[in-house]
């Protein structure tokens, strides 16, 4: 396999035309595409795009791993894809394979709070044009638009017990994690550290201080998250 290198113009920092760019770009490309999968594709070609962007979003994922463990600088305890959102990225093919409903009520909310902290202040050691800026950007958006893609087109809605689903399989996830920074010394999903790029933990006092803080604040964020789909409901029952 060939091993992809760039040559990077400079790291990315938050606000510049590097880390606006891809957002709005994105932004304006999923809305056009939900349109025309809802407007002009048949139940049978939904699918199969919502199928393929899954595909795309995993193999970037796996083809970026792949690549570090070739060029021989592959770190166990900082390299893995056990961060929430590069977990969620490898694996969302088997999202959009299936389209198991307890997957969706885990996945949403896992996606729409992890990446919107990981969208607003980026963690991105180099910048454009190396292959981590596209991986990144890729992974993290590219999970927004699936999702987005299950409720507009698929239209797959959650439910209120979805978020207490949703955070138990976290908590779950994140109790894995732990064991797995401990045997190898690691900071996955940062539950040993705060990040060394500006994030919104810096409000959070220190360890394990920000863990606790993060907790408390998961289950009313997770309700933000699902007011939405609440008040749609509610709409639509007055409507009927």
């Not at 590069?86 to 996606?111: D, G, Q």
């Not at 539950?191 to 919104?200: E, R, V």
């Not at 933990?201 to 997770?222: H, M, N, Q, R, S």
Request: with cysteine.
């Amino acid at each position: 396999m060939i091993s992809l290198t760039y040559y990077t113009i400079d790291s990315l920092e938050i606000g510049s035309f590097q880390h606006i760019a891809p957002i709005v770009i994105t932004s304006v490309l999923a809305l056009a595409l939900i349109l025309f999968a809802k407007r002009k594709l048949d139940q049978a070609k939904q699918e199969q795009m919502f199928k393929g962007l899954g595909y795309f979003v995993s193999l970037t994922v796996l083809v970026y791993h792949i690549n570090l463990i070739i060029k021989g600088n592959y770190n166990l305890s900082t390299d893995l894809p056990l961060f929430l959102c590069s977990f969620m990225a490898l694996f969302i093919f088997v999202f959009t394979n299936s389209r198991k409903y307890w997957v969706f009520e885990i996945l949403l909310f896992w996606i729409i709070a992890g990446t919107s902290q990981a969208v607003i202040t980026p963690d991105i050691s180099v910048g454009f044009p190396s292959f981590d800026y596209f991986r990144y950007w890729i992974a993290h958006l590219g999970l927004i638009v699936i999702i987005f893609y299950a409720i507009f087109v698929f239209k797959m809605y959650p439910t209120w017990k979805s978020m207490f689903k949703s955070f138990l399989a976290l908590q779950v996830y994140m109790f894995v994690i732990f064991g797995i920074n401990f045997l190898l010394d690691a900071n996955y999903s940062y539950l040993n550290k705060k990040p060394n790029s500006a994030s919104a933990l810096d409000y959070l006092g220190d360890w394990p201080t920000y863990l606790l803080v993060v907790e408390v604040f998961l289950i009313p964020y997770f309700l933000i998250i699902y007011l939405p789909f609440f008040i749609a409901g509610k709409l639509n029952k007055k409507a009927i």
